[in-house]
């Protein structure tokens, strides 16, 4: 614990001196920066799909509540999607993002 603490000082010491201009900036190579955009892309895709599973399995009682009184007085339903519509639709979009030879894709 006691060195986990040291790295990060460490790395907040490196990191203030490049923002003040008083050290020199570590630079990364493209390889590195494109792994690192990737996992931010991952990581936010993975995020969002996340939030609607969880909708999808544990709905939100207000929506319900409403679906289940227009039902009641034969009333049409306003025209959102459902919670697997919109799960469904990230999924889409994540695997055109990510490309088809990806998990995200097939």
Sequence with gaps: M?????TVVN???????????TSEKTE??????NLAE???????????I???TE???TPHP???VEDYLLEKIEKK?????????????????AGNEFGPGTPYGN
């Design 55 to 57: 909708s999808v399995l």
């Design 77 to 93: 339903r306003p025209n959102r999607l459902s919670n697997l519509e919109y799960l469904g639709q990230d999924m889409i979009d």
């Design 62 to 64: 207000g929506n319900r």
């Design 28 to 33: 990364l190579d493209a390889h590195f920066e």
């Design 2 to 6: 006691v060195r986990d603490a040291g």
């Design 50 to 52: 996340l939030k609607n």
């Design 11 to 21: 790395r907040v010491v490196q990191l203030t001196g490049e923002k003040l201009g």
């Design 38 to 48: 990737r996992s931010d892309i991952t990581k936010t895709w993975t995020e969002k």
